[in-house]
Nanobody, 128 residues
């Protein structure tokens, strides 16, 4: 399984922006689907955003749609999560994960159980 590494987290104020990055520990970042999830203390891990390999299917959670954007660099070595207008409720440990399954346009995004490879997470803390 590919080893994933997240980076880019930090402590910011409400309204600020951060860009998270997900990369493979070695080589290119290959996947059929890649998802970003987050987990806060005492809460279940929740879906944030995902993309398919081609980048033309990008579902978002309702709570972040319009503020967050998932993208991939042209070298196909990194996937980013651009987070704008951050809110205190965005505070969480953010994970990226890859799946061999395919996202389907218009259907429910893959759940966390559908992703086989996970990173260790990067902490995002938003102060009010």
């Amino acid at each position: 399984q590919v080893q994933l590494v997240e980076s880019g987290g930090g402590l910011v104020q409400a309204g600020d922006s951060l860009r998270l990055s997900c990369a493979a520990s070695e080589g290119t970042l290959d996947f059929n689907s890649l998802g970003w999830f987050r987990q806060s203390p005492g809460k279940e891990r929740e879906f944030v955003a995902a993309m398919n390999w081609r980048g033309d299917i990008t579902p978002y959670a309702d709570s972040v749609r319009g503020r967050f954007k998932i993208s991939r660099n042209s070298a196909k070595t990194r996937v980013y999560l651009q987070m704008n207008d951050l809110k205190p409720e965005d505070t969480a440990l953010y994970y990226c994960a890859t799946s061999s399954l395919f996202l389907q346009r218009g259907e429910r995004p893959l759940g966390s159980a559908d992703y086989a490879s996970w990173g260790q997470g990067t902490q995002v803390t938003v102060s009010s």
